[in-house]
């Protein structure tokens, strides 16, 4: 009762402040000459009938308004005439109407207004498709991937678009891939669809594999995460965020082809009838056979008579321009969803499942020098998951989300053959099966994944979240050859287990500014095999471990102007190593159960500027980024014999520092250009070779190694709208990418003349489009890398050059 009064009290002093204030800042305008004022009076409601309480209700370009009460109901005065009427609530979209207050009489008007599909947040979008998530007090920016569509990126070439992103692949179509994102790569950026981590989805499920058209929009947070996500990330959060609108039928299909034999396809169609029920099938393919030509010297050999072999010496100056034979990937994913939207027991209650497989030939090891010509993984999964939201659970302004899903993955992992190829495709026989070791394993994971998410509104300034993430993952793995594999025991489980849960209060009293607060608990059990070989490998024992931290942080955002906004945040986050860190991937990766999490004090600061004049829209952004992070892992090499492996392991103390620029502008719907230019160092502040040692470490405040520290990437595209007939549009594309040189290996160690370096990259794509009946159908046509550079990536493993594609899509419906 206390708290029902104290918000009228407070609505009723808000009232009294928007009329003072229109009284004392332009009386003129105020009072129209001392005309008298009517009243508009009303309700403001959610599509389930329920009261919107303390929304914003105002006349545009006056200085009129007021807000409701926790009833939803609403006085508004102003003198008789036509306005624009504007109503805003958190957690909706914003509603504007015409409406005329006559001169007698109450005036009464209803409004009901529609969930937003970022609650509380709200995403600015500009002509060029990238936006600023301005409400959020959390340095986050998202893509609108709508300019995308005719297009044949994936996710995560879209994602390369956004500032402080950087794709990482070691090859083509399906090969395996990182997103790095403000100096932190690989396993410290999560990913998400629709707020559900993807952590053991399986390669098919790789952002690289997934096309553009999966997407609305796509956001990141950097660095500092939302407890809403439930997460233990350092780098930051990509969330693939899909449309869940309420469409009455639709339909969207695409095929592309192009170099390399390399197709796609994407078909998405659904329904949700009157009654709430809705059906949604989603499915897409990749194959190509990936041989491009790439640069690297031969190994040759002779096979004699009596069947012996000689190997002709080798020179590593001399470089050849061979073709990739071994490199084919194919994977296929369908998705189905079934279930009932706009109910009074439910807001979304969707049933799920998706089917994946996939088959990829490995064409190199670790390094390019290494080639492949039989081995092979392939998989499959299948995944049945839950989703569940419902506003107003028993109470008002309570909203509950509850997300659960099952992963059961099977990989394959093949190399028997006895030979020994070169970079021609030749080969000649070997005294023992395997080209790198002999394996014919098979891996079954179990992942269970289950979310929970509860928000509290206070009030129309106050809000509280709770969630909760729990993650359950198991492997076990088999051998057909008899004999396990030098990298791993099949005999021993692989288990890991994550409970994360966070709280967090949030202020917004204002459009000009709001303040998170927020605090995290992370709990990890680990069971694996760890070796007590001095290299890593080999004499494995059996260990469990088990880690608890507790995490926190705040955040805010503050309009210094109506265009430009300043956000500040902080958090002490810890990041639990993940199952590839852990177990491997029982091939060319080797795991480490006895990891440590990392620790990480992490800052941000950012500015963005946004205005639009007349036809023109100009977007600045930029970002100051600080990490300060304790037992930092790190990827590097090992070797067992004359087999090289990844393997991942806890360096010391690492500091990361830099900062990224975007700057785009738009004019009309005819134009847009930008760009993003990032600077990030991540080096090492471990300052003595172990914990108890004085000896002072030689890479002592050194960058480290195999990580892109200065790249930038820019866009332009034009449209030539009703070219031929009305509700046509050519378009024109451009995009390129930059990076500058980084070293392979410690850089302040040897020659630099001698030393391995993936050199400058610098790469153009160009892309013509024409769709026909406002979209209903497309063509495009692309050039990937015009120039036919020499692209290079992790550990210098050489990229695709020029390559064309074509594509056909067409949509239907809503």
């Not at 469990?544 to 902080?570: D, F, M, N, P």
Request: aromatic fraction near 14%; glycine fraction near 8%.
């Amino acid at each position: 009762m206390f708290k029902h009064k104290l918000f009228r009290i407070l609505t009723l002093l808000l009232a009294l402040g928007c009329g003072f204030s229109a009284a004392a800042q332009n009386p003129a305008r105020g009072h129209h000459g001392h005309r008298p004022l009517s009243v508009l009076s009303g309700r403001v409601v959610a599509a389930d009938s329920t009261a919107v309480g303390f929304a914003t209700v105002y006349l545009k370009d006056t200085n009129y308004g007021c807000s409701t009460d926790d009833k939803g109901i609403y006085h508004l005065k102003a003198p008789a005439g036509t306005y624009e009427l504007v109503v805003s609530a958190v957690g909706f979209e914003p509603y504007k109407s015409r409406v005329t207050i006559g001169r007698d009489g109450r005036n009464r008007y209803t409004v009901v207004l529609k969930p937003s599909v970022t609650e509380v947040e709200e995403v600015v979008v500009t002509g060029s498709g990238v936006s600023r998530i301005r409400r959020s007090p959390f340095n986050a920016v998202a893509l609108d991937t709508k300019e995308l569509q005719n297009s044949t990126k994936s996710l995560s070439e879209a994602l390369s678009q956004l500032p402080g992103m950087k794709l990482r692949e070691s090859g083509g179509v399906g090969s395996d891939m990182q997103l790095m994102l403000d100096g932190f790569s690989g396993k410290h950026v999560k990913i998400f669809i629709d707020g559900v981590p993807q952590e053991g989805a399986g390669t098919a499920f790789d952002l690289n594999n997934i096309p553009v058209n999966f997407a609305e929009r796509i956001e990141v947070y950097k660095g500092v995460v939302p407890v809403e996500f439930g997460t233990d990330a350092i780098g930051g959060v990509v969330n693939i965020v899909t449309n869940k609108n309420r469409r009455s039928w639709f339909a969207d299909a695409a095929y592309s082809y192009g170099s390399f034999n390399t197709h796609r396809s994407y078909v998405n169609f659904g329904q949700t009838f009157k009654s709430g029920f809705m059906y949604e099938i989603n499915a897409f393919q990749n194959y190509s056979d990936n041989d491009y030509y790439i640069n690297n010297w031969v190994r040759e050999f002779e096979i004699k008579e009596d069947g012996s072999v000689h190997k002709f010496p080798v020179d590593e100056n001399d470089i050849r321009r061979v073709r990739r034979f071994n490199d084919a990937f194919h994977n296929e994913v369908v998705m189905g969803k079934i279930g009932f939207v706009g109910k009074k027991w439910a807001d979304r209650l969707v049933l799920g499942f998706s089917y994946s497989d996939f088959y990829k030939e490995i064409q190199t090891g670790v390094y390019q020098e290494i080639v492949f010509g039989q081995k092979h993984r392939k998989g499959h999964s299948f995944v049945p998951s839950l989703e569940y939201r419902k506003r107003n659970l028993l109470v008002e302004n309570l909203d509950l989300t509850v997300t659960a899903n099952y992963n059961h993955n099977i990989t394959n992992n093949i190399d028997t053959a006895a030979r020994a190829y070169n970079w021609y495709g030749q080969y000649y026989p070997t005294d023992s099966r395997g080209e790198q070791s002999l394996q014919n394993s098979e891996s079954k994971n179990t992942n269970w994944n289950a979310t929970l998410n509860l928000n509290y509104r206070i009030g129309r300034a106050h809000f509280l979240t709770f969630n909760h993430v729990f993650s359950d993952f198991r492997r076990r793995s088999r051998s057909y050859v008899g004999t396990s594999s030098v990298l791993t025991d099949f005999d021993i489980p692989k288990i890991t287990r994550k409970n994360i849960g966070g709280l967090s209060y949030r202020l917004m009293p204002s459009e000009r500014w709001n303040a998170s607060a927020f605090v995290k608990y992370y709990r990890q059990y680990n069971e694996g095999p760890v070796s007590q070989s001095a290299d890593g490998v080999g004499n494995y024992v059996n260990l469990e471990k088990r880690v608890g931290s507790w995490g926190y942080g705040a955040a805010g955002t503050y309009h210094i102007l109506k265009e430009l906004q300043a956000k500040l945040s902080y958090e002490k986050a810890y990041r639990l190593p993940t199952t590839d860190e852990l177990f491997g991937d029982e091939d060319l990766e080797a795991g480490k159960t006895d990891l440590k999490p990392e620790k990480s004090d992490n800052f941000n600061f950012n500015l963005s500027y946004n205005r639009s004049f007349g036809r023109h829209n100009l977007y600045i952004d930029g970002s100051l980024i600080y990490r300060n992070t304790k037992d930092y892992i790190k990827r590097g090499l090992g070797k067992h014999g004359s087999t090289q492996y990844g393997i991942y392991e806890n360096h010391g103390h690492v500091k990361t520092k830099g900062y990224n620029i975007s700057v785009r502008y738009a004019f009309a719907r005819w134009f847009n250009v930008g760009g993003t230019y990032n600077n990030i160092n991540t080096r090492d502040y471990e300052k003595n070779w172990t914990g108890n040692s004085q000896q002072e470490s030689m890479h002592y405040k050194v960058r480290l190694p195999n990580i892109p520290y200065r790249f930038a990437n820019i866009d332009a595209s034009f449209f030539w709208h009703d070219l031929f007939a009305k509700g046509n549009t050519l378009s024109i594309t451009y995009d390129s990418f930059w990076s500058h040189e980084f070293p392979l290996k410690w850089e302040n160690i040897g020659d630099k003349e001698s030393k391995a370096y993936v050199p400058d990259q610098f790469s153009h794509n160009v892309a013509l489009s024409y769709s026909l009946m406002n979209g209903r159908y497309n063509l495009s046509v692309e050039c990937r890398n015009l120039t036919d550079a020499r692209l290079y990536d992790n550990f210098s493993l050489q990229k695709a050059g020029r390559a064309f594609y074509f594509k056909v899509r067409v949509h239907f419906g809503d």
